[in-house]
């Protein structure tokens, strides 16, 4: 069996369980299994589903890290919102899937 490195923003154990209540707030099915769902945008909040995988990234965890900063763990859609324009996130996740 493998070792699970969560990256250090969410090394302990009870940030992690805060994320995962977060992120299985609302039981939503839509999402495969390797995924979660984070809402976007200034005014109008869009959802898209993103891997896993992001969250081993600088880039990815530098936009969380400002998601904690604003929003602590109680965000305004009930899931993991990102506090930035889609076309900011959009540049990050390109670049993610770049790689």
Same mark, same amino acid.
């Given at each position: 069996?493998?070792?699970?490195? &969560?990256?250090?923003?969410?090394?302990? #154990? $009870?940030?992690?369980?805060?994320?995962?209540?977060?992120?299985? +707030? *609302?039981?939503?099915?839509? #999402?495969? +299994?390797?995924?979660?769902?984070?809402? #976007?945008?200034?005014?109008? $909040? $869009?959802?898209?589903? #993103?891997?896993?995988?992001?969250?081993?990234?600088?880039?990815?965890?530098? &936009?969380?890290? +400002?998601?904690?900063?604003?929003?602590?763990?109680?965000? %305004?859609?009930?899931?993991?919102?990102? %506090?930035? *324009?889609? *076309?900011?996130?959009?540049?990050?996740?390109?670049?993610? *899937?770049?790689?």
């Amino acid at each position: 069996m493998g070792i699970i490195r &969560l990256p250090s923003k969410f090394s302990s #154990v $009870k940030q992690f369980h805060r994320l995962h209540s977060v992120l299985t +707030k *609302n039981h939503i099915s839509d #999402v495969p +299994k390797g995924h979660f769902a984070v809402y #976007v945008g200034e005014t109008e $909040k $869009k959802r898209y589903v #993103v891997p896993i995988a992001y969250l081993n990234h600088t880039s990815f965890q530098e &936009l969380l890290q +400002k998601a904690e900063e604003e929003f602590g763990f109680q965000h %305004p859609m009930g899931g993991l919102t990102l %506090p930035c *324009n889609e *076309n900011a996130f959009f540049h990050v996740t390109s670049q993610l *899937n770049s790689l």
